[in-house]
């Protein structure tokens, strides 16, 4: 216990130091030839002024409902408040008040002085650090004012002192553009003043900066334009392909509760059809197949959930069975008349305090809960329980008869791998008997043909032997690809349908309307929409108008779809798609207002020939406002393990943010990436980092070579997860990073083989067949633990205290052996987190740690 407090302390202690390092410079004495900038607000945006009479019956109580009374109260959230030249804004009872500019002298601004009534105005400027310091703000007014920065109260004076008096107050700001924001109340009856006035100035900036005070709001991205933005989690389209319902989250700023809610939209322009806020915690949305009636889950205490449907077209809203303990998934019969449900039973822990451990499944929490199936009528409500058993069972489909449905049992087995295997049934629902169809292993998902006589399955390469294998021989597939296959109920055979089709599928939906199958596939770093004909097995491009697609939904009776498209600069939009046409528009925009004053770079496309003589693809992103005379400091970000690294905007690792900061950002994909074919893909099998390390480092000297603007003196590198092993090993080869950040990274294979939960799963592909007794040269030899007294490289450890895919121990081991060492190396773990760091708070100060890491030593500040 004494020794997790002394870690706990040691860990928040790490945190702040991190925290402090762009901020340092600002809260020193000026260093000899620099020194503090100073800028004085000499114009402002002005709002108003505009009466506020004091409430009714205040006779008497000047002290209650004073000056300090209004300032304090927010007549509109602050939050709400988005001064732009020119823009108007709604006032009680229909009047309007625009902002316009308005010029300050030596005395500051003159505010125009109405009658006797109390009056409110404010005043804005958008003020720009070009690193994290700290700023004084000095400010004298003939009435009392209160001054904000981005919400937060940094001045206030609730006397009419006149502008003698001066006041002062402090902030610290994250590099960027911030809104400071006045306000000032004009009490008639209290001021000596004849004039009305404000004055502002501002000091700090530290020696290696100015501070900018303009009246434009145009901003580059900042953290909160990645964490705080509208995020569409999930679509579904009416059966008729008219509306589309979407799942919205929102991370407030100002909260830790995350919000959300449903939309339902109008899929020929996007226009609000309804929107369901008023319960808490709603998910899985699906269209009955018949209707407009819209079905999704609501959360209870207790862990129970609520099946509801929403019929459009009746108004009405009711349960289709209500408060059932741990409701997991539900699925539609084709005729809507009646659901099959999925519901887990918790194992009861042992009262003792122990764990009697016999499978290695049983090192997980919650390894001993359960899920079984259940059918429900609709209407009615009428409830029949399907399966039972050792094992849990999952519903894939509901056959188009209406009689059967098709699902699977998966459990441990450690004959060969994956280590589990999965028996695929069909159930008469009349009888309730079972024919079993297929066993196997690598299974992702199975769905009927539109007639019933085929099923498609979504697999790896290597689920029906070798007939879906396209690799060299003596090479072992990646079982990551994703791959399909039709599956003939009649004569239990399947048939490979994207051997040769090199994107790694992701998703597939057979259409009844025109029987084609329409796929969403990784294609290299996007993601493609593609028409199959299964006949065929010809496959169309579908040309969607965005990079990486995600949460899309084909409407069951029309051919038409919806997607959530983005790209590296462009956030989340909802698009409408017509696979008959094959065309796509957007129709949705759920960030358009808090983007319209963000300026992005631009992502270039930019691929090298290896000294192997493979093209390994990337690309890198410019800072807003690049100039190719100048000299930046670069970022190589990459995954290196099964999958690419997308061009989605945002994300965990948001390469825009960091060249928003001022980097160049180099992403690359090598060899071992899915969506490049099989034989790509294969070379992430038993290499754990040979190849990828030497394409890594090939990759940044060419591009430094290739591109005179990157400071090769000034280059960061950093990934996460099998990323964070990345960059460990990378350290141990190199030393041409000038720092390096490893999120939840592994430093001995042995260790994250053996304790991670997923370990001994992902080396079921990541090393195949290959062990720590019998290939030492992957466990020992490529472990960056073993090789820790060569890294010369300043290196960040990052890692979620609770993360059980990748334990914290894998960066505790590496901490110890460089400090031993006495190298260059800090470590910060984030209580409560798991592989990722979700909460908000703490989110924001990995964010900031890992930019004042490369800021310290790429820039340095």
């Known amino acids: 216990m004494e020794r997790n407090a002394r870690m706990l302390v040691f860990a928040f202690v790490c945190a702040f130091m991190i925290l402090s390092i762009a901020s340092a410079a600002a809260e020193k004495p000026a260093a000899a030839g620099g020194g503090e900038k100073t800028a004085h607000v000499d114009t402002w945006l002005m709002l108003g002024p505009f009466p506020s009479p004091l409430p009714a019956f205040t006779a008497g109580e000047k002290q209650r409902f004073g000056a300090a009374k209004l300032l304090s109260y927010e007549e509109t959230a602050l939050s709400a408040i988005k001064p732009v030249l020119g823009s108007a804004r709604a006032l009680l009872y229909g009047a309007k008040a625009s902002w316009r500019s308005a010029a300050a002298d030596t005395n500051g601004v ?3 002085v109405g009658g006797e009534t109390p009056a409110i105005v404010y005043l804005a400027a958008y003020v720009e650090v070009p690193r994290w310091t700290k700023i004084s703000v000095s400010a004298r007014s003939s009435d009392p004012f209160a001054i904000t920065i981005d919400g937060v109260e940094i001045v206030m004076n609730e006397k ?11 902030a610290k700001l994250d590099r960027g553009k911030h809104l400071l924001l006045a306000k000032s109340v004009r009490m008639a009856a209290d001021s000596a003043a004849a004039d009305w006035r404000i004055d502002v100035s501002l000091a700090g900036g530290g020696p290696d900066g100015a501070i900018g005070v303009s009246l434009s709001p ?53 226009s609000l059809e309804r929107t369901i806020r008023d319960v808490d915690r709603m998910f899985n949305l699906q269209w009955a197949p018949i209707g407009k009636r819209l079905s999704y889950v609501t959360a209870g205490d207790k862990d129970t959930r609520t099946l509801v449907l929403l019929d459009l077209d009746t108004g009405e809203c009711g349960t289709i069975i209500e408060n059932v303990k741990n409701l997991d998934d539900y699925l539609w019969s084709r005729d809507g008349s009646f659901i099959v449900y999925t519901v887990s039973e918790k194992a009861e822990p042992d009262k003792r305090g122990l764990k009697h451990l016999t499978t290695i499944e049983d090192r997980q929490e919650g390894s001993g809960d359960r899920s079984y199936l259940y059918v429900t009528t609709v209407p009615g409500g009428e409830t029949r329980r399907l399966t039972a058993g050792k094992h849990s069972t999952n519903i894939y489909d509901v056959h188009p008869d209406g009689k059967h449905v098709l699902l699977s049992r998966r459990y441990e087995d450690l004959s060969q791998r994956p280590y589990d295997a999965t028996d695929l049934f069909i159930m008469n629902l009349e009888d309730q008997s079972v024919d079993s169809l297929w066993k196997g292993r690598w299974l992702n998902s199975a769905s009927f043909s539109p007639d019933g006589k085929k099923i498609l399955i979504g697999s790896g390469p290597s689920a029906f032997g070798n007939i879906g294998l396209k690799v060299s021989d003596g090479m072992i597939p990646n079982d990551y690809d994703g791959q399909l296959y039709v599956f003939d109920v009649a004569t239990k055979t399947a048939e490979p349908l994207t051997r040769d089709f090199d994107p790694a599928v992701q998703d597939a939906a057979w259409s009844a309307v025109d029987g084609n199958i329409y796929i969403t596939a990784e294609v290299g770093s996007k993601t493609g929409l593609f028409r199959c004909n299964p006949k065929k097995k010809t496959f169309e491009r579908i040309e969607t108008g965005f990079d990486v697609s995600e949460n899309g939904d084909v409407a069951r009776s029309k051919l038409v779809a919806a997607g959530v498209g983005s790209s590296a600069t462009a956030p989340p939009r909802l698009y409408a798609i017509d696979l008959a046409r094959g065309v796509s528009r957007m129709i949705y925009d759920p960030n358009a207002e808090t983007f319209a004053d963000i300026g992005r770079g631009a992502v270039e496309d930019w691929s090298f020939t290896s000294s192997a003589g493979k093209t390994i693809d990337g690309c890198y992103y410019l800072p807003p406002g690049f100039d190719p005379q100048k000299k930046y400091p670069c970022i190589v970000y990459y995954y290196g393990g099964t999958s690419p690294v997308n061009r989605a905007y945002g994300g965990r690792s948001p390469r825009n943010l960091w060249a928003a900061q001022g980097y160049v950002v180099y992403v690359l994909q090598p060899r071992g990436a899915t969506g490049y074919g099989q034989q790509f893909s294969a070379y992430h099998v038993n290499d754990w980092g040979k190849v990828v390390a030497g394409e890594i480092i090939e990759g940044t000297r060419k591009f430094v070579e290739a591109h005179p603007f990157v400071d090769g003196t000034r280059l960061g590198c950093i990934g996460a997860s099998y990323g964070g092993f990345m960059t460990q090993l990378l350290v141990t080869k190199t030393d041409m990073f000038a720092a390096a950040v490893s999120h939840a990274g592994i430093s001995s294979i042995t260790s994250y083989w053996g304790e991670g939960y997923w370990g001994y799963g992902y080396n079921a592909v990541a090393a195949a067949n290959s062990f720590p007794w019998n290939r030492r040269d992957i466990y020992v030899d490529q472990s960056p633990l073993f090789s820790a007294d060569k890294i010369k490289t300043p290196l960040l450890l990052l890692h979620g205290w609770s993360d059980t895919n990748v334990p914290p121990g894998e960066s505790e081991q590496m901490f110890t052996a460089l400090k031993l060492l006495g190298k260059n190396v800090e470590y910060i773990k984030f209580d409560g ?13 990995w964010s900031n740690t890992i930019q004042a890491w490369f800021d310290r030593y790429l820039k340095p500040q």
């Open 160 to 170: 009419a002192a006149g502008l003698a008096e001066k006041k002062s107050g402090e």
């Open 833 to 845: 987190q798991d592989h990722f760091i979700l909460d908000y708070k703490k989110r924001v100060v």
């Open 110 to 112: 003159s505010i125009p």
């Open 218 to 270: 145009k901003r580059e991205i900042a953290l909160n334009e990645i964490l705080c933005i509208n995020q569409i989690a999930r679509t579904a389209v009416s059966p008729d392909g008219s509306l589309v319902a979407i799942s919205v989250g929102l991370q407030p700023r100002a909260s830790e509760k995350r919000q959300s809610w449903i939309e339902i939209r109008r899929m020929k322009d996007g």
